[in-house]
């Protein structure tokens, strides 16, 4: 990511540069709770992610949307969240308040490049998650490499993004849109950890 102070000519460009900051923010947050050191951690990891996807899954089912990212619907993971829960024997969680509603074209698309970037940094985390016999088939699923490649998927969606005429209003609602889906993230993945189940006592 650039941390680049010049404004940049492409939007994903733009919308990276001004999500530097909550990117680096969340990152420290995931590795404060070591998802990766056992599977009850990483399993409070799926339940932040299962929520935010299946908050978007209203996004990504959207016609309007479907009619701009022909593939869209596919992106989703919010299937794919849920199998994980179930391979990790974690219940399914609530619905947590505070969901995106009915957003601006610009703040929706903001949403989905968080979501869809947060694929790239999947590739490191699923590596990690092999440490604890996790995969893309069983309770990493969410992570997996999607169909036809990580690159080619993350480049063909911003270049559709990329090509969208935006207003100046729309592109505004997009750059806080951005930052919103970071804070949402941050937290539903707090929210997760606090209600992780105690651990039985021996
Ligand atoms: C909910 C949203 C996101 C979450 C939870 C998330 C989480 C993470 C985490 C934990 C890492 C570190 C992986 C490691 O070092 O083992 C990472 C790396 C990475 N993420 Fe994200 N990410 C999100 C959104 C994005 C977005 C929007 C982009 C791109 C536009 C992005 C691009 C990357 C890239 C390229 C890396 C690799 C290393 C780096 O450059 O920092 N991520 N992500």
Known sequence: MTANTERAALRSQRLNQVTHAPH??????????????????????VVAQYLFQNELKALYTDPKLIAIFPDLAERCRADAARLDLADLDTAVPADF???????????????????????L??????????ALELSDSF?????????????????????TLDSLELSPE?????EQGAVA???????????????????ELA
Do not use: C, M
Request: overall charge positive.
């Open 24 to 45: 680096a923010e969340l990152d420290a947050l995931v590795k404060s709770h070591a998802p990766f050191e056992t599977r009850e951690n990483f399993a409070r990891f």
């Open 97 to 119: 308040p505070g969901e995106l509603q009915n957003p601006s074209l610009g703040a929706a698309l903001a949403w989905l490049f968080v979501s869809e970037g947060s694929k």
């Open 121 to 130: 940094g999947a590739a490191f985390l699923i590596k990690r998650a092999a």
């Open 139 to 159: 309770g990493a699923r969410h992570l997996g490499e999607p169909a036809g490649g990580r690159a080619e998927g993350w480049k063909s969606f911003t270049r």
């Open 170 to 174: 729309e592109e505004t609602a997009a």
């Open 181 to 199: 889906a970071f804070e949402r993230f941050t937290q539903l993945l707090k929210h997760a950890y606090a209600t992780a189940p105690k651990a």
